[in-house]
């Protein structure tokens, strides 16, 4: 899992951000931290293709630039947001992983197998950042203010406290605050990450192992693939396709997400 693909030296910043198309301020200011991430979510496919091939994943730095930088592809939450994080270190915004539990649909309260990042601004103000969610997350960074709802361009969302859970993020669905994810402030190395990402890889009642996700952001809304069903969300309708064979389903990874596949 740890074999290095490129030289470190290779990893550049101006390549990430050829990649997700960013062109503006490189400060540290909160403006800027939210126009990067914004970039990344229209850019970088959320996506468990390499689970479902079978192809072992990496934490490491210079194999996640390799897949998602060079070879243009996409990958799930560890993966993004770990080489989310490296980008915003090199840039120079201090930042603090977070392990965090995935609400969304569940009856009950699951295992942390879910990862967002604490960054600081030029200001001194901490914000959460997460690029690593297939659905709809917050588009910019949010700070943890109780109660305080940010409206944003795909949803409504706030912040609640509970004495087990911690920090909570709550959506607006069907008309209702739901939860989505939450997380503590307990301080993870990059290494914490590696036994929860083997079980999303590995484990039969992992949700990565038993269907395909792939999901980007466009101007119009959402593409999606959930198992073999392709999805093209616009504002006012969805359309629905499923590919007829392997190679009608590489050739529609390919152009509505940029993916093509070595497998």
């Known amino acids: 899992m740890d074999k290095k693909i490129i030289d470190p030296a290779q990893c550049t910043v101006e390549g990430y951000l050829e990649r997700i198309g960013y062109e503006g301020h490189l400060d540290n200011s909160y403006k800027t931290l939210a126009a990067i991430q914004e970039a990344h979510l229209k850019a970088v496919p959320y996506e468990n293709l390499d689970i479902r091939y079978g192809i072992p994943l990496s934490l490491v730095i210079p194999d996640l630039y390799h897949k998602i930088v060079i070879k243009r592809r996409g990958g799930y939450c560890f993966e993004l947001n770990a080489l989310f994080r490296w980008l915003l270190l090199e840039l120079g915004f201090p930042v603090t992983n977070y392990m965090a539990r995935f609400l969304r649909d569940e ?16 200001d001194g103000a901490s914000y959460i950042c997460d690029v690593g ?6 588009t910019w960074p949010y700070p943890l203010v109780l109660d305080e709802v940010y409206h944003q361009d795909n949803g409504s969302y706030r912040i609640q406290k509970d004495d087990f859970l911690g920090w909570v993020l709550e959506e607006i669905r069907h008309g209702q605050w739901s939860q989505l994810y939450s997380f503590t402030e307990e301080l993870q ?5 590696i036994m929860p ?24 809304g959402r593409v999606t693939v959930a198992d073999e069903e392709f999805r093209i969300y616009t504002e006012d309708d969805v359309k629905t396709f499923v590919p007829k064979n392997d190679e009608d389903f590489r050739c529609s990874l390919d152009k509505y997400f940029g993916i093509v596949l070595d497998t």
């Open 189 to 193: 190395l990059p290494i914490d990450f």
């Open 107 to 122: 009856a009950g309260i699951p295992m942390r197998r879910h990862q967002v990042l604490k960054v600081e601004t030029e």
């Open 197 to 220: 990402s083997f079980w999303c890889e590995y484990s039969p009642d992992s949700p990565f192992t038993q269907r395909t996700m792939v999901s980007l952001r466009t101007p119009e």
């Open 133 to 138: 969610v297939g659905g709809n997350i917050p």
